[in-house]
């Protein structure tokens, strides 16, 4: 019999790749979103509103493991109201599938939470791994909120899984198109002094990562689910201009990006002007192996046929 998985939130970036790479491996996949469409190539989608009890929490019942990807973006100006909703989607989202869950006959197997590698702030060249102290900022706030609320779960039957989420690399969204396409207009210099880490990794890894989550049962707890070699803003720039056949563009000083997010990207400069440098110790450890280890064979895959 074909495995289920449910994926809360999954109708995103992260989520749509999951889901293709799940169905590939014979799982048949939920999408629990807000705005359901039409079931489609072994996905289908079921409506809820991430935060209370419904119909929806029925795909739950044996499924092979929920792993929950809601969160409103933060890829936007971190107003008042923004910043309720990135941090009421997430707290909501994990109480509510909590709930759920232990209300079940016939529990999941594994319950896997994605967080993000922002607990850990604006880091310098510190190297990050799991064991990291985490910082105080409006970022690392939520996430740590976002932790604390998935900790208090009580679900025995269940195991769970936190996967501290890097900046994910792919096609069809994230971050790495609208950098690409910036890019490719010549504005592509290196952000501010360069100096701050991206602790990136492509989403094929992030998928594989995922799936151990749900499949390993020594895999538990908190982990940084990231690449093995983070670069400095400065390398990453470069390595996309090279992926786009723009080898020099003008840097971006740290009031152009502070101006240009603000009033053209509508967005939190901070994103691209702080940084961390954070490794994936708990996954090597435990033997991961990573398809795209380097950054330019990795745009280079996710840029050459865009
Ligand atoms: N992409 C990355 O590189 C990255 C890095 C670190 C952490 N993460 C975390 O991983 C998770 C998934 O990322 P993603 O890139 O796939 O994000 P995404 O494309 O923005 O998808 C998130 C999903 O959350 C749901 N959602 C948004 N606001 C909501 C709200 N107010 N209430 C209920 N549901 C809401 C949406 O589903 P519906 O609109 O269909 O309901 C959406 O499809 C997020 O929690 C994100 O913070 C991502």
Same mark, same amino acid.
């Given at each position: 019999?074909?495995k289920h ?8 970036f ?6 293709v790479a ?5 799982y ?6 807000r ?14 509103d991430?935060?209370t009890?419904?119909?929806w929490?029925?795909s ?16 936007c100006?971190?107003s008042?109201?923004?910043r ?15 709930e759920?869950?232990?209300r ?10 994605a ?12 190297v990050?791994d799991?064991q ?10 939520v ?8 900790a208090? +779960? #009580?679900?025995?039957?269940? $195991? @769970?899984? /936190?996967?501290?989420?890097g900046l ?6 994230? !971050?790495?198109?609208?950098l690409a396409k910036l ?12 100096r ?8 094929a890894d ?16 908190a982990?940084n ?8 803003n400065?390398?990453f ?17 740290e ?7 603000h ?6 400069a901070?994103l691209?002007?702080? +940084? #961390?440098?954070?490794?994936? $110790? @708990?996954f /090597? ?6 398809r795209?280890?380097?950054?330019? !064979?990795?745009?280079h ?5 865009s």
């Amino acid at each position: 019999m074909a495995k289920h998985a449910v994926l809360a939130g999954g109708s995103g970036f992260l989520g749509q790749a999951l889901a293709v790479a799940l169905v590939r491996r014979d799982y048949t996949v939920t999408i629990l979103t807000r705005t359901p469409r039409a079931a489609s190539g072994g996905i289908e989608y079921l409506e809820w509103d991430g935060a209370t009890a419904g119909e929806w929490a029925r795909s739950l019942e044996g499924a092979a493991a929920v792993v929950n990807l809601t969160g409103r973006s933060v890829n936007c100006i971190h107003s008042p109201e923004n910043r309720r909703e990135i941090l009421a989607s997430r707290l909501n989202s994990v109480r509510v599938l909590n709930e759920a869950i232990s209300r079940c006959a016939q529990p999941p197997l594994a319950l896997v939470q994605a967080g993000s590698l922002a607990i850990y702030g604006d880091a310098g060249d510190r190297v990050c791994d799991e064991q990291a102290p985490h910082a105080r900022d409006f970022s690392a706030d939520v996430c740590e909120q976002w932790e604390a609320a998935f900790a208090s +779960g #009580r679900t025995p039957q269940t $195991r @769970r899984v /936190l996967l501290r989420v890097g900046l994910a690399l792919g096609r069809g969204g994230g !971050a790495l198109q609208p950098l690409a396409k910036l890019a490719r207009c010549f504005l592509g210099g290196t952000v501010g002094h360069g100096r701050q880490y991206l602790s990136w990794l492509h989403v094929a890894d992030l998928n594989e990562m995922f799936i151990q989550a749900m499949e390993r049962p020594e895999i538990m707890g908190a982990y940084n689910a990231t690449g093995p070699a983070p670069v400095t803003n400065a390398e990453f720039m470069r390595e996309l201009r090279h992926a786009v056949g723009r080898p020099w563009s003008p840097p971006a000083p740290e009031w152009a990006v502070r101006f240009g997010a603000h009033w053209i990207m509508r967005t939190d400069a901070d994103l691209a002007l702080t +940084g #961390r440098r954070c490794v994936p $110790r @708990r996954f /090597l450890e435990q033997g991961f192996q990573f398809r795209h280890a380097e950054l330019a !064979a990795a745009l280079h895959d996710l840029l050459s046929r865009s």
